[in-house]
């Protein structure tokens, strides 16, 4: 007998001390079969968490009236001249000036989507435009940011 709590202590044999070590380790993960897609994957468990919040993200540009061809032509060659891509400037940050605003998977639908971050916006994105800038270009490009 214990004198402390009366109970009786026995040495644990150690083979019923192993089998208890390994109920409490975590099993490994069986291996899923080739072609399987998990479609309710469990938190913090998906491969591509960066590429759906990607899809999710809502781009905005400044001003909520219709742009010209012109004027998109214009401001597609300013960003040109700057960092090479022929195209106008959105972000996926937070816009307090008045503004219009779109999926990044609708805009993506018409046009290419490159990420250019600056020093003052880290969230800044480039919407390519094809050269010459058409007035059906333009219209798509009005249309999917909601400036009808």
Known sequence: ?????????????SEVRERLSRLHQRPEPEP???????IFPMPDT???PDERRRRQEILKR????????????RKAAEAEAVIGIHG??????PETREHSRALRLAVASQFRIHDTPTRRDP???TVELPKPVAQHVADRFNQVFGRL
């Open 46 to 48: 998906d491969t591509a």
């Open 1 to 13: 007998m214990d004198c402390c709590t009366g109970m009786q202590t026995a040495v644990m044999p």
């Open 62 to 73: 400044l001003g909520t009236s219709r742009e010209s061809a012109a004027r998109l032509a």
């Open 32 to 38: 899923e079969p080739e072609g399987t897609i998990d």
């Open 88 to 93: 106008v400037s959105v972000t996926a940050g």
């Open 123 to 125: 969230l800044h994105r």
